[in-house]
Each structure stands twice: as C-alpha cells, then as structure tokens.
C-alpha cells in the first residue's frame, strides 16, 4: 500500500493573495522528495502550495491526487493525476486531511489552519514547515505544552526547518506502525 502525504497551505485564490517564491520553491522540493520515496501527495487540487507539491511529485514520476472544492476538473491545476471534484467547497478539507497517513503544513490562511485542525482532530500526524509563512509560522506560541492544539493531546504537532526534515519527519510518523489512529483508540 502506497503512504499518502498530504501538503496543505495557500491557494492564490484572492486578488490579495500570493505565495512567496520561497514557500512555493519548499513545496514543489516537498512534493518531488515523496515521491521519490514512493509516496502519493494529496492536496486540494488548487493554485499555489498545491499546485508546487504536485509539480514536483509530477516531475519526480510520482502520483498527485487532489480534492477541488467545486464539481468542475477543470478546476485543477495542470499536475494532478487522480482528480475529485467533490462540490463540497471547504468542507472538502475533511476529504484531504482524513485521507492522508501524514499532512505537511507549507504556509497557509484559514483553510489551511482547518485542514490542520481536522487532521488533530482525526489523530493525523502533521508536520509544520517553519519559515514558510502564514499559519505556519504563526502556529507555535499557541500550542497547548508547547506540542498540542488543545489539552486533549491528540496528536503532537512537529515543526520541520527544511523541506528535507519535513518529508523525512512525516514519513516516519505515516509509517509508524506503533500510531493508533483516533477512530482506533477503545
């Protein structure tokens, strides 16, 4: 069975919003490198962080699958394999972060900061790649001891310096046959 790591963080779907060259540059290096491990990136399917990480697992002979938000294929960019045009608009976050054995946090606005609360909330590992902007960067002083989102201590949050320590920590955690999923636990 392949291991499924999603990448969740900015669209570029607002006039106001756009991507740094950096964040853009870590997640299309985020997507080749899981797929050189033989992994699936998932994503929204969309513009921006999305679309690099499918680029660079495209490029590096992996598969991309994306969960667009509105019924059209149309809708998404140029390097998804598997596209569901699933009509559920944000609620399609549930879709990508339950779907994943492991989620990558690359920057991010608020539909990024629901995918990665649903992705706690389900005991989905994630993995937040610092420096890259957005929530991403804004995440760490509000974690409850220093690793949760809440007292429940669901699952810890990892902070990842390199695209490089991102792919190898999320890895590890999707594979670790020790983790009980929330739906698992008694």
Not at 60 to 72: I, N
Not at 80 to 104: K, M, Q, W, Y
Not at 143 to 164: K, M, Q
Request: contains cysteine; aromatic residues 4%.
């Amino acid at each position: 069975m392949k291991v499924t790591i999603g990448v969740i963080g900015k669209n570029e779907q607002h006039p106001n919003d756009s991507v740094a060259a950096h964040t853009m540059a870590a997640a299309e290096a985020i997507g080749r490198m899981v797929a050189e491990r033989g992994g699936v990136i998932v994503t929204g399917g969309r513009a921006g962080v999305m679309e690099a990480a499918s680029k660079g697992a495209r490029q590096a002979g992996g598969l991309t699958v994306g969960f667009l938000p509105g019924m059209e294929k149309s809708g998404a960019n140029p390097y998804v394999d598997i596209v569901f045009p699933t009509g559920l608009g944000r609620a399609r976050n549930l879709l990508t972060a339950r779907s994943c054995d492991a989620l990558i946090m690359v920057g991010g606005s608020t539909g990024t900061l629901n995918e990665l609360t649903i992705a706690y909330a389900e005991a989905r590992p994630v993995v937040i790649l610092e420096g890259s902007g957005g929530w991403a960067d804004k995440i760490r002083p509000v974690l409850h001891a220093g690793r949760y989102l809440d007292e429940r201590e669901t699952v810890e949050i990892c902070f990842a310096a390199t695209p490089e320590e991102a792919v190898a920590t999320a890895w590890r955690l999707a594979t670790d046959a020790t983790r009980v999923a929330v739906a698992d636990r008694p």
